[in-house]
């Protein structure tokens, strides 16, 4: 069901009286405020607070961070055009910022997750002032409201760290009032793990209609900000501490939802990347999107720019994967080939795909001409569908695409998009972040259960080839993964490589799904990972040539200065810019 992935109809404004009477009508169409204080419009207003989580416009992108987590951290080129074609985001990719702190798209950035946040307050306070007599859902609703603003602020702390924590309480007058450095960084984690409880204690364990948080979903996203929130951070972005004590929790949290949700892994790894099965077995929140379904001119589309530009689709071509993200998708007796993986034959093209032994969860990640499209053997990709291979080669994304056969396929020249959801939460994220709580608590029997959470992991992966086949049933790679057998295809599970496996689990696993960069800055080691990245990219990417990464300031985007301006100054810039 789709149905709350719109704004509700009765909060349109339209201004509608004759210009020549103008003075003695009463405009019609206009809904006196105090009018929305009834359970009916209050519902409506929840509605468009939902709805705007599926904001989805190429420059004004709202919690979808597949640029911000993906693209800065080494797991996909830009694309489009080249390096001019929202030219900002190259800045991103390449941390060579000249002037960071004004540029626009981090204040659509910053400006539009704070549109998002004033929906919510605004339903809340309405909702507040309702008796359960007259709204029973009040309790509920208002806890779906606190895991949306606790979703939106998660994206916010992970990109900017500092931000001013404005909730349905604040004053309107004073908003250019609350600094970002009211709160310190723990404190204002606190605050987002104070939203996901109060989710976690009032939501249902089900939910009728899809798009709706559950208790399970939000004790898992409790576990993520708990999990972010325990490597916890001194002023210079710099991981001084892991407290135990989230830690524990997180893998309480997990536990519960792999044991009791009823949710499961799909058995095939494609499963979570088509259509006709979201919102299914796998999945705990997704934001829903739609093509044409519902009753709106075009739907709420998704993934509008990472299309191919071809005559089945036709434009834009971003989000292309990197050669180096394809290359840890060897295997070395079905493990990651840990120490040479980008060295030899680099795994980004047909002959590599039948010669190099590899994990199949690349090719439901990326595509390079000559191979099946989205598991259709009968439509193959060609070098003409890469819009500027000369700047960024021939690979392009899949998971977030649909075939344009798809019922969910919807055409908007020049641009196009699908009703194909975007998951938040899966359950195999959440068995990786029991494995990392497990593994950084330390303990055999903890180390024991990590290595059973990653083989579960793993497990998926080998019956995930099903559909990689070419038109005449040859499988379309080299595959070849296994478990981990510690002694047999790798080193004693101690806890540094336990940590490793796990590390190199969640990038394959969820490759080019914008999480990889944030993983990066919460462990402790974006600058290592990322310079090393750059060192071998340059010579494959010449536009990466000067691209470097600067500790203690690229962790964090600038605080943009349209919004320091606009409180004369009132907020602390992040370190470094």
Known sequence: MKTINRIGAGLVLIMSFACTSMLDQKPQGIIADEDLNAPDKVEQMISAAYSFCGQNHYNKQFGMPY???????????KGGS?????????????????????????????????????????????????????????????????????????YMKQCFKRFPYIDEDTPTEDYDKVSNDDLTDQELWGKLIDDLRDAVANLPETQFEAGRPTRFAAKAYLAKALLFAAYEQDEMNNVVNINREKLTEVAALCKDVIDNSGKSLYPDFARNFLWEFENGQESLW?????????NSPVGRNNAWLIYPVNDEYGCCGFLQPSVNMMNRFKTVNGVPDFENFNQGEMLDNREAFANTPMDPRLMHTACVP??????????????SWVRTPEVYGYSMSQKLLVLPSCPCFRKTNPFMGSGLNWDVLRLDEVILWRAEALIRLGGQENLNEALALINRIRER??????????????????????????????????????????????????STEGKWFFDLVRWGIAAEFMNEYFNSEKERRTYLR???????????????????SYVKGLYKQNPGW
Not at 67 to 73: A, I, K, M, P
Not at 86 to 104: C, G, I, S
Not at 370 to 383: C, L, N, R, S
């Open 82 to 154: 080249g390096t001019n074609d929202n030219a900002e985001r190259n800045l991103w990719e390449t941390f060579t910022y000249m002037q960071p702190t004004t540029t626009d798209d981090l204040d659509n950035l910053w400006w539009v997750h704070y549109v998002g946040v004033g929906r919510v307050h605004d339903a809340l306070r309405r909702a507040k002032d309702l008796s359960e007599a007259e709204y029973p859902l009040k309790l509920q609703r208002i806890a779906e409201l606190h895991f949306l603003r606790a979703h939106i602020y998660m």
């Open 286 to 294: 997704a934001i829903q999107f739609s093509a044409n379904n519902d």
């Open 461 to 510: 992966a080998t019956t995930s080839a099903d559909r990689l086949v070419f038109a005449d049933g040859t499988p379309t790679g080299n595959f070849e993964v296994q478990p981990y057998i510690p002694g047999k295809n790798c080193p004693a599970w101690d806890q540094e490589f336990a940590f490793e496996a796990l590390r190199w689990e969640r990038h394959l696993e969820f």
């Open 370 to 383: 000559e191979m099946p499209w989205k598991y259709d053997p009968d439509f193959i990709m060609k070098t």
């Open 546 to 564: 000067d691209a470097k990464f600067t500790k203690n300031r690229d962790e964090y985007f600038p605080i943009p200065q349209t919004q320091i």
């Open 67 to 77: 640029e911000e987590g993906s693209v800065r951290g080494g797991e996909a080129y």
